[in-house]
C-alpha cells in the first residue's frame, strides 16, 4: 500500500492557517455529537520514527474538548504487562461510549517494532495479525469507530530529521538506539510496515496513508479524514436511532424523513485542495519511444518471452495478468504485443463485459473464478474483477458496503492465487483526458473500429473525476507485495506496450530465479 | 465442540415417518420459497467415515425438486484440481441464486484428511483456513445461506458399521485403505476434527453437530434445521424487500406490516421430541460422596493444591477459572473449598453482577479484561462473560444478532488468553430443578442466608427450559480444547467441590509435566 504514495504532497502555510480554522470547529462539534450519541471512537496513529506523530497529534487534539479524549503513548510493555496476554493492555484502555482514546502507537507494535526486535518470534506473527483482527474486528462490531493513520515519510527524510533532533541537546535523548537501528535497516522494516498494512486494512478498520513529508499537509489530510468518518457515523447512528423512534411510534409515518446526506466537509476543501493520495495524476505521461526504438525493443522483447513462456509450462508455473485503465487506454494493444509470442495452447484471453444472467445470479468473483489458469498456464484478462470498486462503485451497481468490503475480498482471492503459486501482475493503463478524446475521435473516423466506440464511453469520460479517486483509492488498497500494481504511462502507445512486455518478464525472470 | 455429544440419541421408526410426513412438505415449500427469492443455499456435509452422510443426503434431498439442487461428491483433487488453487473448485460450484449445492465433503477436506494424509503439511495449516474462513464470508455476505452439519459416530460404532460393509462382496470395496488407517487412528484423527470445529464455528457459517448413530434421529434433526434456517432467512430477506417497497412507495407507510414471526417448525418437533445436543440432562446428579470421604479427600487436595499454587507462583503460569451454573448450584461453596487452601496475595475472586454504568458504556467483554490475571495468578470469576449467550440472550439485553456473534468472540478471548500461557477451565455447575427449590426454601428459611434468594431467582426458574436450552448451546459452541467446559454434577455439594478440586489440580499437573 506504501509503494504507489506520492510523498510530494504540500500545503503552504496560509492556506492551511485558512482551512484549519473551517475545519477545527466542524471536529468540536462533532466531538459533541459523539458524546450525545454515545459513540466510542479509537484513533490509531502508527508510522515512522520522527513522521510527527506526536506533533500531529497536538494537532488533532487543539480543538477537543479535554475532558472527551485521552491520548495514550505505547512503548515496550511494563514487567506489569509483560505478565498479561498482549492485548490485556489495549482492551483495558478502549474508550467509554462517547469517548475518543488516541493511541501514539498501538497493539501494532507487536508486528512492527516488536517484530523488529525479535520480542515476538516469527512463529507468533500469524497468531498476532488474527488476534489483531479479532479485537478490531469486536471493538467495530460493538460500535466503536476505528480510525487508523500511518504516517509515511522517506528514508532521507527520517535521516534529516534526527539530525536535527540529535544536533540539539535539549532534544538529542527523543532519538533511541531503536531508532537509529531502524534508519539503519530502513527498507527491511518498511517491508514489515508494508505487510501489516496488508493485513490488516480491513472494511471495519481501514487505515489511511499520510503523506507526512510537510506537516501541515499531513495534518489537514488527518483532520478531515477524522471528520468525514465522525459525520458518516454520526449520520449512520442518528438514522438508526430515528429508526427505531419510527417503529415505536407505529403510527403512520412521517413523510419528510431526514435521509438527506450532511454536507460533507472533505468534498469542501478537496474543491480547493487535494487531499487525496493522487498517484494517477503523478504519472509522467510524457514517456515515450520512437517507432524505430520500439520495433527494436519490441522483437528482443518477443523474443525472450517465447522462450520464457515455454519455461513457464514446463514448471508449472501459473500467471495472471490483469489489464484495467481508460476507455481507449490501449489494452487491446498492448495484450496483442504480449500474446503474439506465445504458444496459443499455453493462454487465455478473457474479455470481461458486463456480466450476463447465470453470472449476475452468482457471487460477483465467481465468473472470474472460472478462468483461473492451470498450473503452467497464462491468464489475460482484459478488463477485471475490479469492476465492482470502480464502475460498480460510481455507478451504484452495488452497495456502499459491498464495494468497500471488496477490497479485502480482492485481496484475499489474489493472496490465494499467489500462494497457490501463481505470479499476478495487474496493469493500470493510464492515459490523460486530451490524449483519450483524441483516440475516441480516430476511431469514430475508422469505419472499422468506430463499433468500439458506444455512448457509453463518452458517458463514462464525463465522470473522469469521479473514476480517478476510485482508482487512486483501489490502487493503494490493493497494491500488495504479491499482486502489484503497475502503472503503465500510455499515452505513447509504443512505451506502454514495451512496459507491459518488460514488467512480465522481468516478474518471470525473478521467479525462475527463486527455485 | 465434540467431547459434549450425547451419542445415544435415539428415534423410533414409527415417530420418525410421523414427522417426516410432516416435514417434507415444508421443506419442498421452502425450496420454492428460496427460489422465489433468489437465495442461492449451500449444505455441507462432513463427518467420520460411515457415519452415513451418502444416506442422509439422500433422506434430505427426497422432498426436493431435483431442477433446484446439485450435489456434489468431492474427493480426492483431480490433475485438472491439482493444477489450480484449492478453492477452484469450490468457487466454480457455488450454486447460483435460488438454487441449493449439497456438498458431500468438501473444502474441509484440507484441513481434514489432507491433513492426515500429510498432503496439507502443517505449515499450510495456517493459510487453509484462513481461505476457508475468508471463502465462507465472502459467499455468506454475498447473501449464500451456509449450513454445515458434522456427523458424529464413536470409534467402536464405525468399526461395526465398516465390517458390515467389507463382509458383504457388495459393499466391500466402499471400504477404502484411507478409511481404515483413520479408523485405526481414529482419535487422532478426532483431534483434527475437533480444531476444525474450533476454528471454522462463525456466526456466517456456524456447524451443528449431528448425533449420527441412529439414521431416523440423524434425519429428523438435519432436515429440521435446514428448514428451521431456511424459514429465518426467507423470513429476513423478506422483510427486507417489504422495507425496500416500502420506502420506495414514500406515502403513508401501511398499518400492518408483517412483523409476525415465521411459526417455527422446529418448536412444533421439540415440543415431542427433543432435537437438542442435552447436555445438562445426561450429567448424572447421582454422584455423591458420604461426609467422612469428603472431608478425607478435601484434606488430602487442598494439601496438594496449597503446593501447587506456589508452584503456579514461582513457574509464572496465569490461571482463569471461570463458574457458571443455576442459581444455588453451589457455585459460592465450590470457590470457598478452593480458595481456603491458596495464598491470598495469589488468587482473586472477581463476583459478576449486572454491569454498572461505567461497564455499560464499555464492549461486554471490556469488565473481564480489567481482571485478566497476571502471569502466576489465579483469576476466579463467579460468574462470567458467558452471561451474554445466557441471560442476555434470555431477556433481550443483546440482539440475536449480539449474542450469536459472541460465541466467537468469547472463543477468540478464550483463546488469547491461552496463548498466553493461562490455563483455562471452565465449571458448570448444575443441579436439577428440584434440587434447586429445596435450596431456596432453606436459604429462605435461614435469616443469615434470605439475602442470597431474591425474586429475580424464582422469575429466572420459569425460564428453566430456556435456560437450559442456551446453556446447551453455549456448551457445545465453546467447549474447546484450550479452555475446555466441566459440567459438575452438584446435587450432591460433596461431590461437587470434590470434583471441582480434582480438575484444577489435574490440569496444574498435567500443565506442569509438559515443560
Redesign the interface.
Known amino acids: 500500500m506504501l509503494e504507489k504514495i506520492d510523498l510530494s504532497k504540500k500545503m503552504g502555510k496560509k492556506e492551511y492557517r485558512q482551512i484549519m480554522d473551517s475545519l477545527a470547529p466542524k471536529l468540536g462539534a462533532l466531538q459533541r455529537e459523539c458524546r450525545d450519541l ?1 459513540i ?1 471512537v479509537i484513533i490509531v496513529f502508527e508510522g515512522f520514527g520522527a513522521s510527527g506523530k506526536g506533533t500531529l497529534i497536538n494537532q488533532l487534539i487543539q480543538p477537543l474538548d479535554p475532558r472527551g479524549f485521552q491520548v495514550f503513548a505505547i512503548s515496550g510493555e511494563s514487567q ?1 504487562e ?7 493492555r489495549f ?2 484502555k ?5 469517548r475518543i482514546a488516541i493511541f501514539d502507537r498501538s497493539w501494532y507494535r507487536r508486528v512492527l517494532v516488536d517484530r523488529f526486535d525479535k520480542v515476538t518470534p516469527d512463529a507468533q506473527l ?2 498476532a495479525y ?2 489483531i483482527i ?1 479485537f478490531e474486528q ?2 467495530a ?2 460500535g ?1 469507530v476505528i480510525l487508523k493513520f500511518f504516517l509515511d515519510i522517506t528514508k532521507k527524510e527520517q535521516a534529516k530529521r534526527y539530525k536535527v533532533l540529535l544536533d540539539n541537546k535539549e532534544t538529542a535523548w527523543r532519538v533511541t538506539e531503536g531508532d537509529l537501528k531502524r534508519q539503519k535497516h530502513f527498507d527491511e522494516y518498511k517491508v514489515m510496515n508494508e505487510e501489516m498494512l496488508q493485513r490488516t486494512d480491513t472494511d471495519f478498520a481501514p487505515w489511511t496513508i499520510i503523506e507526512a513529508m510537510d506537516r501541515e499537509y499531513a495534518a489537514v489530510k488527518i483532520i478531515s479524514a477524522v471528520i468525514k468518518r465522525l459525520e458518516e457515523k454520526v449520520a449512520e447512528v442518528k438514522a438508526k436511532e430515528e429508526a427505531r423512534a419510527e417503529e415505536k411510534k ?4 412521517d ?1 419528510q424523513k431526514s435521509t438527506a446526506k450532511p454536507e460533507s466537509t472533505e468534498e469542501g476543501i478537496q474543491d480547493k485542495f487535494s487531499l487525496r493520495s493522487s498517484i494517477l495524476s503523478s504519472a509522467d505521461l510524457s514517456l515515450s519511444y520512437t517507432k524505430a526504438e520500439y520495433k527494436e525493443k519490441l522483437k528482443e522483447l518477443q523474443g525472450r518471452m517465447a522462450v520464457l513462456h515455454s519455461d513457464l509450462y514446463r514448471r ?1 508455473i ?1 500467471v495472471v495478468l490483469a489489464f484495467e485503465g481508460w476507455d481507449a487506454g490501449g489494452k487491446g494493444g498492448a495484450i496483442k504485443r504480449l500474446t503474439e509470442c506465445m504458444d496459443p495452447r499455453g493462454y487465455a484471453v478473457n474479455p470481461t463485459a458486463a456480466p450476463n444472467d ?1 453470472e449476475k ?6 465468473r472470474f ?2 478462468n ?5 498456464h497464462v491468464a489475460i484478462f482484459d478488463r477485471t474483477w475490479y469492476g465492482r470498486v470502480m464502475v460498480e462503485r460510481i455507478e451504484g451497481f452495488c452497495t456502499t458496503d459491498e464495494w468497500q ?1 471488496a477490497y479485502k ?1 480482492i485481496n ?1 482471492m489474489e493472496a ?2 499467489a ?2 503459486g ?1 505470479i499476478v501482475i495487474k496493469f493500470w493503463m493510464q492515459i490523460d483526458k486530451d490524449e483519450q478524446e483524441k483516440r475516441f475521435k480516430e476511431r469514430m473516423a475508422i469505419p472499422e473500429k468506430r463499433w468500439k466506440i458506444t455512448d457509453e464511453d463518452w458517458r463514462n469520460r464525463e465522470k473522469w473525476d469521479q473514476y480517478e479517486e476510485a482508482v487512486d483509492e483501489m490502487l493503494i488498497r490493493t497494491s500488495t507485495t504479491y499482486a502489484p500494481w503497475v502503472i503503465v504511462e500510455g499515452n505513447c502507445k509504443y512505451y506502454a506496450r514495451i512496459k507491459v512486455l518488460e514488467t512480465v518478464i522481468d516478474a518471470i525472470e525473478t521467479r525462475m530465479k527463486q527455485k
Open positions: 454515545k466510542p506489569e509483560q505478565m498479561r496476554p498482549f492485548l490485556w482492551w483495558t478502549t474508550p467509554e461510549n462517547g500469524g497468531y488474527n488476534e479479532s469486536q471493538l462490531d460493538g466503536n407505529s403510527e403512520n409515518a413523510p508449472r501459473p447465470i445470479a452468482h457471487h460477483y468473483l465467481w473464478w472460472q483461473v489458469p492451470k498450473a503452467g468490503r475480498e484475499d490465494h492465487l500462494h497457490s501463481a
